[in-house]
Nanobody, 115 residues
Framework: QVQLVESGGGLVQAGGSLRLSCGAS????????MGWYRQPPGKQREPVAL???????TYADSVKGRFSISSEYATNTVHLQMNSLKPEDTAVYYC?????????WGRGTQVTVSG
């Protein structure tokens, strides 16, 4: 399985920005899907931004227009640019890659947005 390591989380005030990064141990070029999920306190994990079959991007309604996912194939890195952050964006953010039928997860990075 692909090993994933997230970074870039932290504490930010409402209205601020953060950029999360996910480094993969192997090529992310031929993935079925890759992207970001989050798990708010006391809630279930939910999808945030996904790239499917290399070219179709989907976003959760709650982050459309504020978050943007991008990939750097040369460095096997997936980024999540988060702007206009809100307190309800507070969560542990996880990177996920699905390839060859296997789903791999990172350990997550905490994002806390103060109001």
């Amino acid at each position: 399985q692909v090993q994933l390591v997230e970074s870039g989380g932290g504490l930010v005030q409402a209205g601020g920005s953060l950029r999360l990064s996910c480094g993969a141990s192997e090529s992310i070029y031929s993935t079925t899907a890759m992207g970001w999920y989050r798990q708010p306190p006391g809630k279930q994990r939910e999808p945030v931004a996904l790239v499917v079959s290399g070219d179709r991007t989907t976003y959760a309604d709650s982050v459309k227009g504020r978050f943007s996912i991008s990939s750097e194939y040369a460095t096997n890195t997936v980024h999540l640019q988060m702007n206009s952050l809100k307190p309800e964006d507070t969560a542990v953010y996880y990177c996920n890659v699905v390839r060859n039928g296997y789903s791999s997860w990172g350990r997550g990075t905490q994002v806390t947005v103060s109001g």
